[in-house]
């Protein structure tokens, strides 16, 4: 990767939830797909655990992150995606509204957690990146991927 | 027995124990108050301690049993871990590696000894604090009991009932058994040698089948003069006893024929030890050794490695998922639409489902192994522990060809080797005891494999005195652990949990065998990570029984495809009784529970659809329901389903970490249209 002489600067992908950005770095995400498969519901799971799906031979479970954040649930469409997360040798499927680009976010460009506030879901966040103007919600993979109870 | 076919599974394990040692006496240097390091030094130790001896490596096994010495003192904090310390660990490692290494290279450990290290070891020992006192008399009691083998020499050696039974095994087939005293010369120099010779020599002729003292024994000079063998043999007395008086500083050859004939002995024993590992011969003599000439087996030959290719567990995963897409395909192929089913085409898909079909078999078998594999070692194991401790113990093994995925084979070994080291050694009594007791002299330990659902079970079970748990609350207030109120009240089951904390052992004695208070908790840290559980039951003066419960990981398994609402489910085959429509007048309640009578019994039974909580529908408008009888030990549960779409051979997927807490769910499966059906927890949702 060229851009790795910048210091700090890092590929993010970004995606939307309702009206907002989010970014997740891109060496935490193993590949993105279309939502055009059944997702097959666990029970005694909480809301946002839509359930797991089958990856080439392989169960990943799958998490709506509006639901996580305590927006309305998904309404799936041609934009849905489901972006598969590697975190701690975990795979795991998030369900986003739709996909947009990949961003290169340095130092400038990003600000940490404690400048922060307002209504954003400030628990899973990392920073908030904002290259030209945009606000870009930075998540933090390791909680959203953590157990409801441990994360709170 | 021929060890070759283990030899393998030694090497392997040993490069893998050496590797970890050599990484955690590093970083015992870097901590020297590490005792966590200390204790993972102490547990290899131990375990290649117990690996060599079941191989025959003697002089590994002693080594590591002289380090083991050391290392309890480090524990006991009766020495300190200082550089010097360190070094001599290292240098006992590297002498280690150098055993394996000639295991490798010639099948036999080689004959450098390193009783050098082991008196830098027990030197060691001597220089420790004075708090050790108590220590270095167990030490003591580790040692093999000489002076008593000693003083049977002189009168008729007295057989087991194994021996009898090989005697009147061999005197059917037209051969004698000789008791051979050999007495050396009192200037003799080389003791050991000089036996190495005549033992060379009597394998010429015959099969040694017994010694005194041990063979082990003679090899470290721990006799006087004499030693007496029963050999059997073809060949003419005055043929050997010619060959033994022309070995130098053979003194005196006494030779007595055995006129064996005790029917009530013969037992079903000997059935499971193929003759030639009658006696305990260190590897490189039984190599040097030419193959007996009437033996029933021949001699161990040497032995090289090869011919296995250890393959990464990973890779055999990716191989099994390619291969359950390539079926899923099939499937899919199979049931397109819009096709013309040609005969070319029918054929064709015919034989890729039979190629597919094998591929699979074929992968799968790859992975699973029968549990003989590992049990195969044991028989051997259990007698010369028995032997070494004087008792009788008969070892009954079942479900030997239960098979179990390779991950949990390979791994299984090193506990049960402690659980049934500890049931010879703690739970079987003295000979004397049991008579005392009113049981039969000999004890019996029963090793049992058999797949319950979803799992594999291993019992080892003694009929020896059990757990003493009054001894265990005992020792854990004297050790602090729990103050001698709160004791008190601790329940049995409590109690016995104790015995799995590390360094917990209630034995008295300290011997070879066992009873320092590595195993139980080592088998338990082994067992879950395998994802398995151990659970004990005793009673005293009757015996314990240990239960490991192993999961059958990525098995295939004979399924029930059900529906309930809009979702497919799948029950396990083997745990569905039988299927039955029912009308909503058939369910009673019954303390708060709805069951149905069948067969003049009640059964409760559970309404999947809320248990599941599926949405939509409702069982309430229906007429008939689908009631799927579920078996779960001897208990009958119904579970109520939509409707039942079929049994199907399914493979079984993790649902992986993130949803491991699902308890109604075990794993899942890929169904032929690429989407994901659970399958379902048989035992929790019949709770």
Known sequence: MADQNTTDARRYLVFRLENDEYGIEIDKISTIIEKDMDITRVPKQPAFVKGVINLRGEIIPVLSLRLKFGLDDDVYNEDTRIIIIKVDDLSIGLIVDSVAEVVLLDDETTESVSNIAGERPLEYLKGVGKPDGRIITLLDLEKIVMPEEAAT | ?687
């Open chain 2, 1 to 687: 027995m021929d060890m070759s076919q283990y030899l393998e599974i030694f090497i392997e394990e040993s490069k893998e124990h050496l590797q970890s040692l050599n990484q955690s006496l590093l970083q015992l240097e870097k901590n020297p108050d590490d005792r966590a390091m200390l204790n993972e030094i102490f547990r290899v130790a131990h375990t290649i301690k117990g690996m060599a001896g079941t191989m025959g490596f003697n002089r590994m096994s002693k080594l590591t049993h002289d380090m083991e010495n050391v290392l309890h003192a480090l524990r006991n904090d009766e020495l300190e871990v200082t550089p010097e310390l360190v070094d001599i660990l290292f240098r006992c490692f590297d002498a280690l590696e150098n055993y394996t290494a000639n295991i490798i290279e010639t099948g036999s450990e080689g004959n450098t000894d390193s009783k050098e290290l082991s008196d830098v070891l027990s030197g060691l020992l001597r220089n420790k604090k004075k708090s050790g006192a108590k220590a270095s008399e167990q030490t003591k009691a580790g040692a093999p009991p000489a002076p008593e083998t000693e003083r049977e020499i002189a009168s008729d050696l007295e057989l087991d009932q194994y021996e009898t039974n090989l005697i009147n095994k061999a005197a059917d087939m037209g051969n004698d058994a000789w008791q051979i005293t050999v007495r050396l010369n009192k200037g003799c120099l080389l003791k050991s040698a000089r036996a190495f010779i005549i033992f060379k020599t009597l394998e010429r002729h015959s099969e040694i089948i017994k010694s005194v003292p041990p063979v082990q024994d003679i090899e470290d000079e721990k006799f006087d003069f004499e030693f007496t063998v029963i050999v059997l043999t073809r060949a003419d007395a005055e043929v050997i006893r010619k060959d033994l008086n022309s070995i130098a500083e053979v003194d005196d050859v006494i030779m007595k024929l055995i006129k064996e004939r005790n029917k009530a002995a013969v037992g079903v024993q000997a059935e499971e030890m193929p003759a030639a590992d009658q006696l305990q011969i260190p590897a490189d003599i039984r190599q040097a050794a030419a193959p007996g000439q009437d033996g029933p087996e021949p001699v161990t030959k040497k032995t090289k490695t090869g011919k296995t290719v250890r393959v990464d567990i990973d890779r055999l995963d990716v191989l099994l998922n390619l291969v359950s897409e390539l079926i899923i395909q099939k499937t899919r192929l199979e049931g397109l639409e819009g096709i013309e089913r040609t005969q070319q085409y029918v054929e064709a898909i015919e034989y890729l489902e039979r190629i597919t079909t094998s591929l699979h078999d074929a992968v799968m078998k790859v992975r699973m192994v029968p549990v003989e594999t590992v049990f195969n070692r044991f028989p051997r194991m259990i007698r010369d522990v028995s032997r070494e401790l004087g008792k009788e113990v008969e070892l009954e093994m079942s479900g030997v060809d239960t098979e179990l995925d390779r991950t949990v084979i390979d791994e299984i070994g090193d506990p049960l080797i402690h659980l049934l080291r500890n049931a010879c050694d703690h739970g079987i009594e003295s000979k004397e005891e049991r008579r005392k007791l009113g049981k039969p002299e000999s004890g019996k330990i029963e090793l049992k494999a058999y797949q319950d659902g979803n799992n594999v079970v291993i019992e080892v079970g003694d009929d020896g005195q059990g757990i003493d748990v009054e001894k265990v609350r005992k020792k854990i207030v004297e050790r602090g652990l729990v103050s001698k109120d709160a004791a008190a009240n601790l329940s049995k089951k409590d109690l016995i949990e104790y015995l799995f904390r590390p360094s917990f052992s209630t034995a008295e004695k300290v011997t070879d065998i066992s009873g320092r208070g590595v195993g139980l908790d080592v088998v338990k840290t082994k067992i879950e990570t395998l994802g398995g559980t151990v659970e004990v039951e005793t009673e005293t003066g009757r015996g314990s029984r240990f239960y490991i419960r192993l999961p059958l990981t990525l098995a295939i398994i004979q399924a029930l495809l059900v529906m309930i609402g809009e979702e497919k489910y799948a029950i396990q085959l083997s745990s569905v009784h039988k299927i039955i429509n029912i009308t909503p007048d058939d369910i009673k309640t019954v303390q708060k529970q709805e069951v149905v009578m069948y067969r003049n019994s009640v059964i409760p039974i559970v309404r999947l659809r809320e248990v599941l909580e599926v949405p939509g529908g409702s069982d309430a408008d229906q007429k008939v329901m689908t009631l799927v009888i579920v078996k779960k030990g001897e208990r009958l549960t119904g579970f109520i389903v939509d409707r039942i779409i079929g049994q199907q051979e399914i493979v079984q997927k993790s649902l992986g970490k993130y949803l491991a807490g699902t308890r109604v769910i075990t794993s899942a499966t890929i169904l032929g249209d690429g989407n994901v059906a659970l399958i379902l927890d048989v035992n929790a949702l019949a709770n």
